[in-house]
């Protein structure tokens, strides 16, 4: 997606070879028009597949999930991620091992909002090592969910993430697809939207 591809250009910092800072339109500062365009966009791409429900992991997922779920006028529901839970009977819970952070967090969503019925779009703000996007399908497929995809706004594709979710036959579609952060440069690949 041109817009996105533009503003990482202009605006993204790389960090190290692997971190690319996006902090001023995605990940703290929201830029809500340019957001808007990329739920349009994911919404647009999976238009024909009956989705029913938007699923994303809190906290920068829940963004581009919205607007993603406004277009294709279904729910948005965000999977909290939590140490404690009291109500296991009543969730849908996974594990997600964070290589950036080294931390293993649980992750759940209430069982009342996932059932066999639904068909479900996974939207992420990063794809990275693809271990958030698996914790959500597992969820999904807990609740005998259908999951039709995994709408991306930035991937980075030197790591394992899109093949670890290809590999699953999830069908992955990345607004922006960064190629390379070596030597403090961005460089993209081709983006699938
Ligand atoms: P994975 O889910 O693809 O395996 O990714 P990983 O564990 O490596 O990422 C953990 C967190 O770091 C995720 O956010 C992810 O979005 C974020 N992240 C990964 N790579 C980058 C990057 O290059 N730049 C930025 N800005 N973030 C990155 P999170 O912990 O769930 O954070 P939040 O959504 O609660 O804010």
Do not use: W
Request: proline share 2%.
């Amino acid at each position: 997606m041109q817009e996105l591809e533009e503003r990482i250009a202009a605006r993204g910092r790389v960090l190290g070879e692997n971190v690319l800072k996006v902090d001023e339109f995605v990940t703290h500062q929201v830029d809500p028009v340019l957001m808007n365009l990329m739920g349009d966009r994911l919404a647009e791409v999976f238009a024909d597949k009956k989705i029913t429900k938007v699923v994303t992991l809190e906290t920068s997922g829940i963004a581009p999930a919205i607007f993603a779920a406004q277009t294709l006028g279904v729910p948005m529901i965000f999977a909290r991620k939590s140490k404690s839970l009291t109500m296991n009977e009543e969730l849908l819970t996974s594990s997600v091992y964070s290589f950036t952070k080294q931390v293993t967090s649980t992750i759940s969503i209430s069982r009342k909002f996932l059932s066999a019925e639904d068909n479900v779009l996974i939207v992420d703000d990063f794809l990275a090592n693809g271990q958030a996007a698996k914790g959500l399908i597992e969820l999904c497929r807990q609740a005998g969910a259908h999951v039709e995809g995994v709408g991306i706004i930035i991937e980075k594709s030197f790591q394992d993430g899109r093949k670890l979710l290809e590999d699953m036959d999830i069908p992955v579609v990345s607004l922006a697809r960064i190629a390379s952060l070596k030597n403090g440069e961005i460089e993209f690949a081709k983006a699938d939207a």
